[in-house]
């Protein structure tokens, strides 16, 4: 009753406030209540609505066909030979003359990167077919000056997109500093250097900020502009115009910095559970829960993409079934969608720890990760 007074007094007042107005600045007043709720209306739309979510996305990939990136593709046409010399046959002369000129050759066309593309439609996935939720301005107004990340309302979403690109950007930076280019004298590839610096763009900004102050480019048009030179790379690769160094060592430093990055959300998921024991209540792990379920998904595709450019050395190794093995793992861990997630204490009756369970399925991944990156180094 108390809370109920508190809420309806002063918008009883503001009524009252309106009702005393002129024509003119009801009209304006009603414009812009009107706007804000049809904002609200899309904010909430966009955040409880997850376009295009599916854990098995990776299944559209023709992974099986695959060849190593920059090598040319199996079956291409190849020049025709020139056919047999008729110039004795009566009339025709003129038609042996064309005939024996050689067939044009046709165009070279090497193998794409299953990495780069599937790290282009991630990043499609977060701000073409859903919104980018992190600098839509609600989101960074909060709720009454709070950030939605102490809420229990609306930021699953976001944490769960700033997970996927959190292993995005890893992903970028290995294609530049050693995917994309042969040794470390080579020359960096020029779209996938401008993508890296596209993905390392704030994840929060909108078209006006104050620090520093002043008009900016939102997020969503520099994830954009670095899905465009994703996909350039991919496109020169298929001419045979760019380099994918598809070596064990390249391989290794890749699954060495995904386990890494694995390691350091299975620490924050351990700090939250370990400290804060509230169950249903405690309005920081759904956060914490859903940037991690986004690594994981983010990095189920980049493996599956990762298995399928360096399937040469993989076979070499004999890592195929232990490559399964994790992939399997990682799907596994994808099952976990609780409704409301909670955080009690691991032994808790009724309030169990989704944050325990998921930091158990990222340190299965990351010591599979572990056994792959001692084997190639073998």
């Avoid at 709720?37 to 996305?57: E, M, R, S």
């Avoid at 496109?235 to 890749?254: M, T």
């Avoid at 861990?333 to 609780?338: K, R, V, Y």
């Amino acid at each position: 009753m108390a809370l109920a007074r508190l809420i309806a007094v002063p918008l009883g007042a503001l009524w009252r406030l309106y009702l005393e107005l002129g024509l003119i600045w009801k009209g304006v007043i009603g414009v812009l209540v009107v706007g804000l709720a049809a904002l609200y209306v899309y904010f909430i739309w966009q955040t409880q609505v997850w376009t295009n979510f599916n854990p098995d996305y990776p299944a559209k990939y023709a992974y099986e066909k695959a060849q190593t990136p920059g090598e040319p593709v199996g079956g291409a046409a190849q020049p025709q030979p020139a056919p047999e010399d008729t110039t004795a046959l009566p009339g025709a002369v003129n038609g042996n003359a064309q005939a024996q000129q050689p067939a044009p050759a046709a165009a070279k066309t090497c193998a794409r990167s299953a990495i780069a593309e599937v790290t282009a439609d991630l990043t499609d996935f977060n701000v073409n077919q859903n919104a980018w939720i992190s600098s839509m301005i609600l989101y960074k107004a909060g709720f009454f000056g709070l950030s939605w990340d102490r809420t229990p309302f609306f930021d699953n979403k976001a944490s769960f997109q700033r997970g996927i690109n959190a292993a995005v950007r890893r992903t970028a930076i290995e294609l530049v500093d050693s995917l994309g280019r042969l040794r470390g004298t080579s020359q960096i590839d020029s779209d996938l250097q401008k993508a890296r610096g596209n993905l390392q763009f704030a994840e929060d900004s909108w078209y006006f900020g104050l620090s520093p102050f002043g008009p900016k480019t939102p997020t969503p048009s520099y994830y954009r502009a670095a899905i465009r030179d994703l996909r350039a790379f991919n496109k020169r690769l298929e001419d045979c115009q760019a380099v994918f160094d598809a070596r064990a060592d390249n391989l290794i430093q890749y699954v060495d910095r995904i386990a890494n990055d694995l390691g350091s959300t299975s620490a924050i998921l351990k700090d939250r559970a370990e400290n804060f024991h509230a169950g249903w209540f405690d309005t920081r792990a759904d956060d914490r829960f859903w940037f991690a379920y986004g690594q994981l998904y983010a990095y189920y595709g980049l493996l599956r993409a990762a298995h399928s450019d360096f399937r040469g050395v993989l076979a070499e190794k004999h890592l195929d079934g232990l490559w399964d093995t994790m992939e399997q793992q990682l799907r596994a861990a994808l099952n976990m969608q609780p409704w409301i997630v909670s955080n009690g204490s691991e032994d808790a009756l009724f309030t169990p720890s989704h944050l325990t369970t998921m930091g158990f399925h990222i340190l299965r991944v990351r010591s599979n990760l572990v056994d792959i990156r001692q084997v190639l180094e073998r």
